[in-house]
């Protein structure tokens, strides 16, 4: 279990590093073609909101990787949850996504650059549903391990089973229901900051 978690892990970390390197590769291509006798520094004052979106991408992933090592960690040590690490992983596939976006906004359609990034991206992707899917079976494999022998339990113990479990149902369902509305607002919250970084709202009232 810990083999597989690991071994997932640091391929799509590697995937990530990759896609950093030629995001700041197509950058500077970008940045070479349009800032004519301009300094860098100049060309990404006059795009600032070209420049945050690629800030905020980047940000963005680079919380999302230091999540699914600690997850990863975690689960290793016997300390964390598969879902944890489930849930970095796809953290890291939506944010990459951000950065590969940010980045090409301002690319050539025929840049070679822009090509290497957008395989890179298909690279994580891909790596993303491996991490996912190795996640789940070390999970079922644990929960099968630990499944309780209902052969040998009497009538009346099985009943106070049956009982407490379906308590436990419910207050998940409760659970669930809550973290589900505070996902809402979390997602909305950042969408929000997300624009007042990139500058959405000036250009709407634009």
């Known amino acids: 279990v810990n083999e597989s978690i690991l071994g997932t892990c640091s391929d799509l970390m590697a995937a990530v590093r990759l896609l950093v390197q ?41 919380i999302a990787c230091q999540a699914l090592m600690t997850a990863a960690d975690q689960v290793v040590s ?3 949850k598969f879902e944890e690490v489930i849930v970095a992983s796809r953290e890291i596939a939506a944010s990459s996504m951000q ?5 090409r906004v ?3 359609k025929s840049s070679v650059k822009l090509g290497n990034l957008n ?8 790596l ?18 630990g499944t309780l ?13 049956e009982m407490e479990t379906l308590v ?16 809402s607002e979390l997602r909305k919250h950042h969408y929000r900051l997300a624009g007042e970084i990139e500058g959405w709202e000036a250009a709407e009232m634009s």
């Not at 590769?25 to 979106?53: C, M």
Request: aromatic share 4%; glycine share 8%; proline share 1%.
């Open 106 to 108: 301002k690319a050539d």
């Open 149 to 161: 022998d209902f052969s040998k339990l009497s009538l009346h113990y099985t009943k106070r089973m």
């Open 22 to 62: 030629r995001a700041a590769e197509l950058q500077k291509e970008i940045v070479d073609a349009g800032k004519g006798g301009a300094s860098p520094r100049e060309f990404y004052k006059r795009n600032h909101r070209w420049t945050e979106g690629l800030l905020s991408g980047a940000k963005t992933v680079a």
């Open 168 to 183: 436990k149902v419910l207050e998940t369902e409760k659970q669930l229901d809550t973290e589900r509305s505070k996902l």
């Open 128 to 145: 993303t549903g491996t991490v996912v899917a190795t996640a789940e079976n070390c999970r079922d494999k644990v929960a099968i391990a």
């Open 99 to 103: 950065l590969v976006m940010a980045s």
């Open 119 to 126: 395989a890179t991206a298909k690279t994580i992707s891909r």
């Open 78 to 80: 016997g300390k964390g």
